[in-house]
């Protein structure tokens, strides 16, 4: 399977979830490096100031206020995509809601709204992507989460979702890779990200909600979504905490169930009353148009392995420079 990936400044970029959090950088950075950008979220006001914002700095987008848990609104994505641009070279589903709240107190219909969004969004993206990538050529890229591999308390039908979204990517990359279709299909895990994700969730607690330590800036996760655009990449952890949840999951699986135990339920309740509708974005649009949210700790503005991850050439050098150093260093002293 031969898959070519343009440079991002020669791509014509499809977003969900673009005016929030993950998204809104990566719609950000994406047109500072020149591509042409097709934007998509429920808020319309918030679609339309980004969509000026961008093309007031010389950049080419075009928004569509869709709902991605309605297959007909996702093909309206991609149906504008082609009327305006001719196509697409990547599309990335990174549209997303939450739930905080213990298993046996959440409505069903509200998590099957959260599986709308968060699993069926994705379906319906990536069904809508296909025909255009398999034509041309191109990238496949949609957000999981650490909670992929490592479901957490209190955010359980979030988890859920998440693991099915790595599942149905997972299965379509086998897929297209024995048919041959030129398009490189990327999960993106990340950790526990700065974004409003948190403000914007349905809350069952009586507290405010929060993520769990370590916390990391979104341009973290925007810059490995916009690698996996110009990159064939599997998978892709944001912050060096997704990849050690990961590992200890799948090493010491009981070691995990009591850390989270002792620990997972304080790290996400803040001793803040909830504040505001506690349905939040869940079934309508948030209308902030922020990148983070307030947290209460210490936000990582870097990741050394998720640059290393992505720069693995790079790292490698640096490491052998080191070392030969260390060795010359360690030379001279003995002589």
Known sequence: ?????????????????ATSGIGLVTARQAARRGARLVLAARSEAELRELENEITSRGSQAVSVVADVGHQEEVQ?????????????????????????????E???????????????????GSLAALPELKKRGGALINLGSVVS???????????????????????????????GAPVSVTLIKPTSIATPLPHHAK???????????????PEIAAKAILHCA???????AVGGGSKMMSVLSALAPRFMDFFQ???????QRTDQPVRGDRNRSLYRPSHDLAERGEFPRHIFETSAYTAARLHPLLTSALVL???????QLWNARRR
């Open 230 to 236: 110009e990159h064939t990449e599997r998978e892709v």
């Open 76 to 104: 309206r994505i991609a149906a504008m995509a082609r009327e305006r641009f001719g196509g697409f070279d990547t599309w990335v589903n990174n549209a997303g809601v939450s739930l905080f709240g213990r298993l046996e």
């Open 149 to 179: 591999d490592r479901a957490f308390p209190l955010q359980g039908m979030y988890s859920a979702s998440k693991q099915a979204v790595k599942g149905f990517t997972d299965a379509l990359r086998v897929e297209l890779e024995e048919e």
């Open 321 to 327: 420079g080191a070392t030969f150093l260390v060795e």
């Open 203 to 217: 809350n069952y607690m009586p507290v405010e909600p929060t993520l769990p330590p370590p916390v990391y800036a």
């Open 261 to 267: 135990e002792m620990k997972s339920f304080q790290q």
């Open 106 to 124: 959440i409505d069903l219909a509200d998590a099957r709204r959260l599986f709308d969004t968060n699993f069926w969004g994705v379906v319906h």
């Open 1 to 17: 399977m031969n898959i070519h990936l343009k440079k991002l400044s020669d791509q014509v970029l499809v977003l969900t979830g």
